[in-house]
């Protein structure tokens, strides 16, 4: 095994140039201000849970186009054009908006066809911002005719009823407006030279200059009104003619109103209304706690892995220690370059990663092993090796890429985030675990010329060089049936007392608040009781009680406006019982989207189950089908019995947790039978039992070593990792385990119980090409 040098060169320049990249994001603000000018700078862009903020989502209202659409008797062809073009104004205003304001690196951008994120870094009140991204800010001048209280006598033809912003009462106005906002260039917040009361400074164009000098001047001594938005903000009376293309509009306005409703006008009036539909924010300590926590988690699970690995092959452990560096900072160089935002489940995927990148340097190693065993030279043991590991490698990346490829699809934000990295980080490990570790022996082999391949262990010999012989199978029905009661009792618990299910799923909205010292959880009961918000759940969130999580049912009948109405009358009631309490997290999720999250939730697991059945039923046959996907309901149950059984939230990350256990649990079986398809077609006449249990005991090695390497990986987050990933990372260690004992003790069974017929029968199988 020779590879060229051109090669070596590339691989070389291909870890050099993604280091370079990937370096920048491990860098303080300081150390960046001191990188050399000709070298990347770009860092990974942050999510909002890592750096603080606000973020909201905005929902074209289909009514309100789907009427103008019909008014305006657009065809199919045309209405679909015009609800593209809706939504790309509606992106363009909602910038303009927020660049009025001095928002510092905004996101905004579509979701799907009907949607808008977005994202306001350091913004802390999404309450001082929702008026301005809702606001339609069409705005109207019409000639006043007369005023009524709210309810009384009946508009003549030609005029409409139109209630007042900041009054009880309601203007009589002409139908047709005299002039109207499109025409304004621009508008400022100042104050009255007079009064000094805040008011709204605005200038027309040429054209509308010239129409709102005639207007004036035709109706000196009248009213006119000033709509915004269906509301009459102001209506004074036209003491002389405007001839100068500039006027105010006055109210009852604050110094902030004011400012607001300017760069409304400024920003111009949405093509159609926007609806927010979900809104949420995270408080900068939290954000600074997130990342030091994610660094410090991830390091660690890194190290356990790095130690683990130097531990069973020494010298060639470090090599493929090496390779999980590698990996991690291609993975960074890789995030930057494509712009995709890092948040804390994506650090999660990240640290998953490293225990799933790791099964490819075991596979190789342990090969190489039992090549080695059976008497071949250093570069049959490294040829063979890497061939006959490379179809198990790919069969178990697949797996894992079906289940991340599905959550990309159906999940959002952050999970979304988790999904991303977690399948670069697979692929990323197929060049580093079998490139470069390829690339690294090889020049080893040609440049000691060993007469055999030998990978040392810290382990006892006795552990690493024979291979077991036990009969696992003589334990099947004791395997069977533990597995049946603990899914028959996860059932139950899943009936009652069910699962903690999170507001992405239920609706509502959760607060998260601390305070320099215990907060009395009585006193904020009360508070939140007196302030009749429906349902509340208090819980302390940490062990000092500086912290407390209030969960509030979603309002019947209500939208989002209302949740995010209640959401403020809660966080005034915090503030009356504890007024030293700052808000670290809110998030508000509405009826439609809690919906839509839930179908999309089923729909995944639903999904991967089917994907990963017929990827086996191809790969390898039916029987082999089967009985994974018969082993994955009962891990994916046991799974959920423990969800209900902790009382965990049941949340978006959890729904993340399932699908990446629902992948890793047959990716640990593919290896299995990959292992038994070899043995059944090298040895056709022995009985299917011992070809089972030959098989078991050929990988068992390997099925130990991976399981181990994802569970110290993950162990480090689920301790210290906080709430925010809590959903995730506890039970992945608990899935780890539940998917490396099932691979023996039930998807091994089931194929046994399946019959003989598999070894009778030919077999149709597909390999990898090496």
């Known amino acids: 095994m020779v590879l060229s040098k051109w090669r070596l060169v590339l691989y070389g320049l291909i870890i050099l140039i993604g280091s370079v990249i990937a370096l920048p994001s491990l860098l303080s603000s300081q150390q960046l201000a001191a990188w050399p000018d000709w070298l990347p700078s770009k860092q990974v862009a942050l999510g909002l849970d890592l750096r603080g903020g606000a973020h909201l989502v905005l929902e074209i209202d289909e009514r309100a186009l789907q009427k103008e659409i019909e008014e305006e008797g657009l065809d199919a062809n045309a209405a679909l054009a015009r609800r593209q073009s809706a939504l790309q104004q509606s992106i363009e205003i909602v910038r303009r908006r927020i660049d009025a304001i001095g928002v510092a690196e905004p996101t905004v951008q579509a979701l799907g066809t009907d949607r808008i994120l977005v994202q306001l870094p350091g913004l802390q009140d999404p309450a001082s911002i929702r008026t301005l991204l809702g606001s339609t800010a069409k705005l109207t001048f019409h000639r006043v005719e007369s005023w009524s209280v709210p309810g009384r006598g009946t508009p003549r033809i030609g005029t409409i009823r139109v209630p007042a912003a900041d009054e009880d009462i309601e203007y009589i106005l002409q139908q047709r407006p005299m002039l109207q906002g499109e025409r304004l260039v621009q508008a400022n917040a100042s104050f009255d030279s007079q009064t000094a009361q805040p008011v709204v400074s605005f200038r027309f164009d040429d054209v509308g200059a010239k129409e709102f000098a005639k207007i004036t001047t035709e109706n000196v001594g009248r009213q006119f009104a000033i709509v915004l938005d269906g509301k009459v903000i102001s209506a004074p009376r036209i003491q002389e003619p405007i001839v100068g293309g500039s006027g105010q509009i006055t109210g009852n306005f604050t110094a902030a109103e004011t400012s607001s409703l300017s760069a409304l006008l400024r920003a111009g009036a949405l093509p159609v209304p926007l609806q927010i539909i979900q809104e949420g924010m995270v408080g900068p300590d939290l954000g600074s706690d997130a990342i030091r926590m994610g660094a410090v988690t991830g390091a660690a699970g890194l190290l356990l892995v790095l130690a683990f690995m130097t531990v069973l092959y020494r010298g060639w452990g470090v090599v493929a220690n090496l390779a999980l560096v590698v990996n991690v ?336 649990s047959v990716n640990d079986k593919v290896v299995v039978y990959d292992r038994m398809r070899e043995n059944l077609r090298l040895h056709p006449d022995v009985p299917l039992r011992q070809i089972i249990d030959r098989s078991i005991n050929e990988t068992l090695a390997r099925s130990i070593f991976t399981s181990v390497t994802a569970f110290l990986a993950m162990v480090p987050m689920a301790l210290w990792g906080g709430a925010t990933v809590a959903s995730f990372a506890v039970p992945m260690v608990f899935g780890i385990v539940v998917a490396a004992s099932s691979s023996v003790f039930i998807a091994a069974p089931i194929l046994l119980f399946l019959g003989e017929r598999i070894k009778h029968r030919p077999m149709v199988v597909q390999e990898a090409t090496p």
């Open 329 to 664: 900072f291609l993975t960074l160089a890789a995030l930057t370059l494509l712009g995709v935002t890092l948040t804390l489940p994506g650090i999660a995927g990240i640290v998953l990663g490293i225990g799933l990148a790791v099964d490819a340097n075991v596979l190789i190693n342990e090969r190489i092993r039992e090549e080695t065993r059976n008497g071949k030279s250093a570069v049959a043991a490294l040829t063979n090796g890497f061939q006959r590991a490379y179809a198990t490698i790919i069969d178990s990346n697949v797996t894992a890429l079906i289940a991340t490829a599905l959550l990309f699809w159906l999940g959002s934000g952050p999970v979304q985030g988790f999904a991303v990295t977690m399948a670069l980080g697979i692929a990323i490990s197929m060049f580093t675990a079998v490139a470069v570790v390829k690339a690294i022996m090889s020049v080893w082999v040609r440049w000691r010329r060993p007469k055999h391949f030998v990978i040392g262990s810290l382990l006892p010999a006795r552990w690493r060089n024979a291979t077991p012989n036990f009969q696992f199978m003589r334990a099947r029905f004791i395997g069977l049936g533990v597995s049946l009661v603990l899914s028959v009792a996860s059932v139950v618990l899943f009936i009652k007392p069910g699962l903690n299910y999170g507001v992405d799923f239920t609706g509502g909205t959760i607060i998260e608040a601390s305070a320099p010292a215990t907060m009395q959880l009585a006193d904020l009961r009360a508070g939140l009781e007196r302030a009749d918000l429906g349902e509340v759940s208090l819980q302390q969130a940490n062990a000092d009680g500086t912290t407390i999580l209030v969960r509030i049912q979603q309002q019947p009948d209500a939208g989002a406006a209302a949740q995010t109405e209640v959401a403020e009358r809660a966080k005034a009631a915090i503030l009356e019982a504890e007024p030293a309490a700052s808000f670290d997290r809110v998030d508000i999720i509405g009826p439609k989207v809690s919906g839509e999250l839930t179908d999309a939730g089923i729909l995944a697991v639903l999904f991967a189950s089917v994907a990963m059945f017929i990827y086996i039923w191809i790969r390898f046959d039916w029987h082999f089908a089967v009985g994974a996907i018969a082993t994955l309901v009962l891990d994916t149950t046991k799974v959920i019995g423990f969800f209900a059984l902790t009382g965990l939230e049941f949340n978006l990350t959890a729904i993340a947790a399932v699908l990446t256990l629902i992948g890793y």
